[in-house]
C-alpha cells in the first residue's frame, strides 16, 4: 500500500503556505465527519490518483494509540494528512504512512511541517523513539532530509517501488 504522496516541492513553508490549523486525534476523538474526510481522501490519493486497488482502511486507523495528524485550512478542508502507529503495529518501531498533501494544497509547503508534526507527536508520545517508515522510493531524499535513512532495499508495494527508511531517535530533523 502507498504511504507518501509523491508530489513534495519546498523544504519549507514559503508564502504560498496556506494558513492551516494543525490537528493530532486518536481515531475515538475522530468526529465522523472529519473521519469520512480523512478516508475520501486517502482514497482519492492512493487509490484513484495512484491506480492502486487495496482496502485502504485496514483495522490500524482504530487501534488505541494510532494519532491521525492533519492540517485544516481555513475553509475547514484537510490540507495534509499522516497517520502515526505504535510500535509493533506495522514495524518493531513507532511508524508514520498514508502521507498526503490534498491536491489542491500541493507545492505550498505543507510536507516538512507536516512531518515535523508527526515527529513532534511521535516524541511527545514516545520519548526517545526510533522511528521506521516505508516511503516511495523517489521521495528516500526528502525523508533523509528529516533524519531518516534507508534500512532496506527498494520493494514494490501495489506496484509502486518503496524503501523501508528508520530515522534513529535524536536524530536531527
Known sequence: MPDAEPRW???GMTASTPAVRWHALAFHELDARTLYALLKLRSEVF??????VYLDPDGKDAHPQAVHVFALADDDAIAAYLRILPPGLSYPQVSFGRVLTAPAYRGRGLGDPLVRQALAQIE???PGSDVQIGAQAHLERYYARHGFVPSSEPYL???IPHIDMLRAAGAPA
Not at 47 to 52: G, I, K, L, S, T
Open 9 to 11: 516541492h519546498h523544504a
Open 47 to 52: 487509490v484513484v490518483e495512484q491506480n492502486c
Open 124 to 126: 511527545a508520545r514516545w
Open 157 to 159: 508495494d501495489d506496484g
